[in-house]
């Protein structure tokens, strides 16, 4: 049994002008001990579809169709105290813009210390500085510095901390929210390098949502391309990334947005063109106004996700089996 399953999930934002389908039918599905990297442009629903995991939505958000599953349970039948359980204990979450969400007169060991104390009744206050402590040490941050505030850290060493937060009650997955796109590239490095080990000595799943696709490329088992609130295309990290494997216009177009510093010095052109109004109905292919391979039939009719290999599927009508139907 997996250890999340999302299915057909469809969340839609209440707004004065009327609902925006931030996340519409979209899969995903997390093993134990997997990697899975959610990526796609700004807006495309990857924050949307993480936080309905834990039932972290906004009181105006609202799961309008699917369902997610956390160990075979759906957690839309969770009751409140059953959810909080769920959250921290099972799933945990940075998120995104977490650097700056420490509290900045609080000891950095009271922090950590905070969700143990809430969420295992019963464990000392003495307990839960030790482990803490514990924690600092084991995201390179010697326990010694559990006294000090957050503006004696540095953003690498702030992030740290709220890794060491995310893994206080032992949970299962944790959904890492951009967590490094405010951070140099070394530290960015090194916080990558730090959540794969974390994985094997805390034994985590991790969801990894980032806009860099060279970092879930090297960092993920599994990834998942999103585009305007649909999956576009999804498989291992390189049938997706890896040299000209990507089935999706898409997804080429993203990783040809990317400059590799070792290649030759080229004009990088993005894609041009902004997403939908996901406030509108869509027809056709969501991606299809900014295609240049885009047909007739894709503006007309919406490509399925449909698979190309045991492990990889593109919606994409110019791929797999739906050029054939389309
Ligand atoms: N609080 C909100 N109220 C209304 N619409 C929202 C809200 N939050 C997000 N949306 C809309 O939902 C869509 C998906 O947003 P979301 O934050 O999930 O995207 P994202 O992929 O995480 O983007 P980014 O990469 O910028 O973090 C966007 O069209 C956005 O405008
Ligand atoms: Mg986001």
């Known amino acids: 049994m997996s250890l999340l399953t999302v299915r057909d999930l469809s969340v839609q934002y209440g707004t004065v002008q009327g609902g925006v389908l931030a996340v519409d039918r979209v899969d995903l599905t997390i093993n134990r001990g997997e990697f899975v990297g959610l990526a796609g442009e700004s807006g495309c629903g990857k924050t949307t579809l993480a936080m309905s995991i834990p039932n972290l939505l906004p009181k105006y958000a609202s799961i309008v169709s699917g369902s997610v599953e956390f160990e075979g349970k759906d957690i839309a039948t969770f ?37 143990i104390l809430i969420h295992e009744p019963g464990t000392s206050h003495d307990e839960a500085w030790r482990r803490a402590c514990e924690l600092l040490e084991a995201v390179g941050i010697p326990s010694a510095r559990a006294k000090s505030y957050p503006h004696e850290f540095s953003g690498g060493m702030r992030q740290r901390v709220m890794i060491a937060m995310s893994l206080a009650c032992k949970p299962k997955l944790v959904i ?4 490094i796109t405010a951070l140099d590239v070394m530290t960015q490095a090194q916080i990558l390098d730090l ?7 805390f034994d985590l799943s991790l969801l990894l949502i980032s806009h860099d696709l060279s970092v879930l490329a090297e960092t993920c088992d599994r990834v998942q391309v999103m585009y305007a ?3 576009a295309e999804a498989g291992t990290a390189s049938e997706v990334f890896g040299a000209g494997n990507a089935a999706h216009p898409y997804t080429r177009r993203l990783l040809n947005s990317y ?9 990088i052109d993005g894609i041009p063109g902004y997403p939908p109004d996901l406030s509108q109905p869509q027809i056709g292919c969501r991606f299809a106004a900014r295609c240049s391979e885009a047909i007739d039939v894709c503006r007309t009719s919406e490509p399925d996700l449909v698979a190309i290999s045991a492990t990889h599927s593109v919606a994409c009508h110019l791929a797999g089996k739906s050029v054939t139907h389309g």
């Open 229 to 231: 609130g649909r999956a």
């Open 176 to 179: 890492a929210d951009e967590p």
């Open 195 to 201: 959540l794969r080990e974390l994985s094997t000595s």
């Open 259 to 267: 400059p590799n510093i070792n290649g030759e010095r080229v004009f």
């Open 79 to 115: 009751s409140e105290s059953e959810l909080n359980t769920l959250r921290w204990k099972d799933v945990s979450v940075i998120f995104q813009g977490a650097l700056n969400a420490l509290n900045p007169v609080q000891r950095i060991g009271d922090q950590i210390a905070e969700p």
